[in-house]
């Protein structure tokens, strides 16, 4: 969808610095998404005479002579179908407070939206309730990124909008300092604290196992402590711990490599609302399987959680093994890789803590180079290597069951429950093999027996359609509470596409949310916390009577960095006079339109049935 907005002339400005508080206005929806709103508060005079007796000084700023009118002749497919900015080239500072007082009327009542910031992201969003009277409409926010522009949604609203002024007011001593490392600590644990809190607020004690560390270690000893340090950015290509639009945040970079972890599991336990013992919490990474280090990832998994667990009350329950596996034709390099997942079982059983397969899919490679060649595609696969990859499945089964005792079996979780689309089609191992059923749940593939005899622990003389479903093959008995799991888009699963819901009942214990439970899938760029997804699932989970596992607490990838840094800002020096300035920062005076993109004229009487006029007019 493409982006529309007209850039208006940019605002007189006069700026000092100012405390950081809490972002006033909870709601912010991104430019190109429907998202819920929540009204700005409407101050009127009373809010000007408040001001008036805070001040030391007053800049008082002629009123406009043209106002900025739109009108929109008819309702478009998406609010965000009309939207233009009405001030721009704001300059803006990251954890600074400002006051925002917009004067506006329309035709008839009107729900407009709003939002402060840039594309990504925005530093707040809400909803002004209009009327046909000209009134000021003020609230507050704190900025998380620099600059912007102020931009308006309208789409929903059919009639005339006049926009007469954008105000901006700021108060500050200007005195800006650092935060210690101290309190960057203190802030992000509040912030960690805040988001686990929220989680098991949604959740409601249905979900009792957690991922709530994801993808901790690196692959490497830069330090030559003898294992492997924790993810950051230096070890990830240098990436710009800046670059807030990498969606990329390393907490324990600012936390702590200890703290970090320690306060994610303190946090869970402290919030969850079930029975305590019924809590498990798993530390979850992938490679822990290599043959290439002798399963030195894992070696040093177990030793780091070791070092988190020796303050004496950090307990973590179990460890998750992702296993983003590959078969392989060459039988030397296949032996190792069974070889290596035997010891991987053994190294985790030996722990004392629960075991879980947590990510388990798999694709196929021929020759007899292991690093050389792409994995093939679904329709380039024969029989036989469909067949040997079923094997491979009820090996590692197999081997599960052999070596991890009873008490300690959490269960298996496979990611893909059907082949990805592809090779541009899925953001995963697209066009591999990597299901349990084809596209849309079409088939059951020759994997599906493969799982099913790993499951019994036996062989089965049924053809592969001929089979009942994949739970109904565990031993209970023997295998406790063992768990097999599917991981799915819970909005597919909610709207039953392909009847997923009803496949995924009858053949799983539990499920996994792919990425609907993430930081970033419910914290805006704001940090703006929005649970409705996760407590649709949790309802979802019980009519189908599926237990849930949580992925994930603690993770660097998909957070928010643009707010999390910003949390993190400078502080301001409060003004040992006591006594601060209040400054109006700017009128936005219309008086033409700038040229610089032309989306807006060619976008009129389009499929998203867009018809609007933007033009500056007399008061």
Known sequence: MKRIFFVLTAAMVIFSSCSKSEVSSPIQPSPQKQNEQKTVEEKGEANKNDNKQATKTS????????????KNNKVSSQNHNVQYQVASNLPLKQGVQYDISITLKASAPASISYSVGNWYPDNFSATI????????????????????FVLFQTGSFVG?????SVKITHKGSGKIVPLTADE??????????????????ATDGYVKAWDVVNEALSGGDGDGDGIYDLQSYKNNNNADPTNVSSGVFYWQVYMGDLEYVRTAVASARKHFKGDPKDLKLFINDYNLESNWDNNGKLKSLIKWIQK????????IDGIGTQMHITCYEDANIQKSM??????????????????RVSELDMGYKRGNNQWNGKNLGTSDLTAAEHQKMADFYEFILNEYFRIVPKAQQYGFCQWCLTDAPGPFGSGWRGGEPVGIWTQNFAQRKTVYKGFAQGLAGRKLSESVNQLGDLKTYIDRDKHGDFKFSGALDVNEFHENRNGISDIVAKNFDEIVAGNAMKYASCVNGGGVMNFSRVKQFVLDAKAKNLSIFGHTLAWHS???????????SDKEVEDPSGEKVDVVDNYVIYDKLSTDNMWHSNYLDQANNVDYILEIVKK
Do not use: C
């Not at 800049?59 to 043209?66: G, M, Q, R």
């Not at 005339?160 to 007469?164: C, K, L, M, S, Y």
């Not at 290596?340 to 079982?345: A, G, R, S």
């Open 59 to 70: 800049v008082e700023l002629p009123k406009a002579t043209t106002l900025l009118h739109i």
């Open 129 to 148: 309730e209009a009327t046909e009277e000209m009134k000021e409409y003020t609230t507050s926010f704190t900025a998380v990124v620099d600059g912007g």
């Open 160 to 164: 005339d909008i006049w926009i007469e």
């Open 184 to 201: 960057k600590r203190e802030v992000l644990s509040n912030a960690m604290d805040s988001w686990i809190s929220g989680m098991m607020e």
């Open 308 to 315: 988190w667990e020796s303050d004496g009350i950090t307990k």
């Open 338 to 355: 069974e070889e290596h997942i035997t010891n991987m079982f053994t190294l985790m059983a030996e722990t004392g803590k629960l075991v």
């Open 558 to 568: 998909q957070q928010q960095p643009g707010y999390l840094l910003g949390l993190m």
